[in-house]
């Protein structure tokens, strides 16, 4: 009767231990999941400031068309990116960071056209909207910290014994971070 006993309670610490191992790792699954959404979210509000800015800069620089078209062309392209974060790749991670880097050169490709208008540097909106992007892409940079920050948590739970062996059974893998962009190690160079 001891020995049933025993093996009962050992049956009950293992389910207790793999029930408590599998609800942490739900919950930072989702945690991720969250985080990236709030990422997604403010990709969104610098495409959805995109068609303002460029329709303002166009009132005023109607000429500058290629720039304004590369902006067009990389926001629809990113847009069209979509990942699942729950099975997100390392690779599916860069492309999005690709196209979304894009959209910061062709952005700043027409900030810098816009240094050649007097009158659209002086326009209200113009100015507005601009801050509006400065404070966005702060928003971004900020989400993505505290995406990877997350991954990174996940991450360390489900390789850490004998949580490992929880999520192997359980089917949880590691989640892909935001890295730096090729060539972000080189400051860029400025020429007047």
Known sequence: MKKIQSIFIAIMAVFSLSSCTYNKLV???????????????????RADLIPNIVNTVKGYAAHESETLEAVINARSKATQ???DPTNATPEQIAAFQAAQGEISQ???RLLAVSENYPDLKA???FSELQAQLEGTENRIAESRRLYNET???YNVSVR???NNIWAMIFGFEKKAMFTAEAGAEKAPEVQF
């Open 81 to 83: 990116i979509t990942i």
């Open 106 to 108: 062709a952005l700043g």
């Open 151 to 153: 991954v990174q948590t």
């Open 160 to 162: 850490r014994f004998p």
């Open 123 to 125: 326009n209200e909106q």
């Open 27 to 45: 919950e930072q699954e989702e945690a991720v999941t969250r985080a990236w959404a709030d990422v997604e979210t403010q990709y969104q509000r």
